[in-house]
């Protein structure tokens, strides 16, 4: 009986792992994010209830619309995962100017919370999260249109400048400073992933100083936060007020925290804990070990993200998974160093774990496309291996296949090879055929 139901295990685990390639599934990523939105979730509770108690008369108030926001979230990053990305370039263009004319209604209704006009609906649509997410998707629709004329100046430079220009220009007059900055940043990168010139990238990474300066010195915020930031690495007892309370969090938490719920900070003037704030309730609640473990979360999204960049079967694809990803990464790093006193106050939300419905459904968005990316790259490569016609020797374990056939003469490509346009490292490369080979072979033992 124990040997009948050892095989049965055995037999049910290759059945999901079958299940899981004919997917297209990426595991780690999904785990990954699953378990953010869990802990995001129970944070946001832990974070909210006070305040939801004393705005709304509910403590759950602020939870519940979380959750909901979570549900749509992962509805619509169900929806994006099987809409192949190419459509979006019929659709760039299109929700890019709605996308636009959202930020100019922003500022002709002037609706200001906390001293900026950011937001529609009443404060539940921020336009400024969504520019973000479209900037990607048009950038990298562009960009691929445009690949073969990039390093051409009045092809390549100037409209990448006249895009992130009008787009970051209308966000800053919200102002939303550390928007316009993650707009700019996140275009200079997918120029330099899409294989531009390097003059023009060193030419773009100057004009991003320049901009970064000009932005800072005129906007009152920017200065402010600047100046305060230099205080603070000057001297800690000079930090702004916020950094201070965020470092006393920490100073309360420990190696292990004080238990979910137990924080006291969020009760004593910690600026908005359920959403700016969250990770240094996180490093109170659960310690250094909590905060350590955000980082790790992080990371292997990163890790993720950018491996099913490398494996896009082309460039659309590569630069979709890799905007997206180095974006949503870029928001979280930046949001936990500045909480830590890392960097000057930037304002961003932490990604799945702050209170906020703009920021939840434009990431899930983006983990969607990632998914398709991923699917699409399987179902291709798992083309390519049966169009090659492998046999396998299933008891001695060896690949007999193209792929293991003397290398080819010079100017012909390999058989069974994928056809791909040559990008920037690390976003794709081209696999020699021995490592082609040893890949199909685990495919086909995971098959078995």
């Known amino acids: 009986m124990g040997v009948r139901t050892e095989l049965r295990d055995k037999n049910t685990a290759k059945a999901g792992q079958k299940r899981m390639v004919r997917m297209g599934v990426d595991g780690p990523l999904l785990i990954t994010v699953f378990t953010l939105l869990v802990i995001g979730a129970l944070m946001v509770y832990s974070a909210s209830w006070d305040f939801s108690l004393y705005i709304y008369e509910d403590p759950s108030f602020i939870f519940n619309r979380q959750l909901m926001w979570i549900g749509l979230g992962i509805l619509a990053a169900l929806i994006c995962s099987y809409i192949d990305y190419h459509y979006w370039q019929k659709f760039a263009v299109p929700v890019m100017v709605v996308t636009i004319l959202s930020l100019v209604a922003v500022l002709l209704v ?112 920017g200065r402010a936060r600047l100046e305060s930031y230099w205080d603070g690495v000057m001297d800690p007892l000079e930090a702004s007020y916020h950094v201070q309370r965020s470092w006393e969090a920490f100073v309360n ?90 960097m000057p106050f930037a304002g961003n939300a932490l990604p799945f774990i702050s209170a906020g419905g703009s920021s939840m459904l434009v990431t899930m968005v983006s983990i969607g496309i990632l998914l398709n990316v991923s699917r699409i790259s399987e179902r291709i490569e798992m083309d390519s291996v049966r169009k090659t016609g492998e046999v396998v020797d299933f008891q001695r374990r060896r690949v007999f296949s193209p792929f293991s056939a003397p290398k080819p003469a010079r100017g012909t490509k390999p058989v069974g090879q994928v056809d791909r346009p040559s990008i920037r490292e690390p976003m794709a490369q081209h696999r020699s055929s021995r490592k082609m080979a040893v890949r199909r072979l685990r495919e086909l033992f995971n098959r078995d």
């Open 110 to 221: 002037q609706d200001i919370r906390l001293n900026a006009a950011r937001s529609l609906s009443g404060g539940s649509y921020q336009p400024s999260e969504a520019a973000k997410l479209m900037t990607v998707i048009y950038l990298s629709v562009w960009l691929y249109s445009k690949r073969d004329f990039l390093n051409q100046v009045s092809f390549g430079l100037f409209p990448l400048a006249g895009i992130l220009g009008l787009v970051g220009g209308l966000i800053f007059l919200q102002p939303d400073v550390s928007a316009v900055l993650t707009v700019v940043v996140i275009g200079g990168l997918m120029f330099f992933l899409a294989g531009g010139d390097m003059k023009q990238i060193v030419l773009v990474i100057i004009l991003t100083i320049v901009v970064g300066w000009i932005v800072v010195q005129t906007s009152e915020t």
């Open 253 to 342: 938490g420990g190696w292990f925290g004080v238990g979910i719920g137990n924080a006291d900070t969020k009760h004593t003037g910690l600026p908005v804990p359920p959403t700016d704030s969250i990770y240094a309730v996180i490093g109170e609640e659960t310690g250094v070990f909590g905060a350590t473990l955000m980082v790790g979360l992080f990371s292997v999204l990163l890790w993720r993200g950018l491996e099913i960049a490398r494996r896009a079967p082309d460039l659309l694809g590569a630069l979709l998974a890799g905007g997206l990803t180095i974006w949503i990464s870029m928001e979280a790093f930046v949001n936990m160093a500045v909480i830590v006193g890392l």
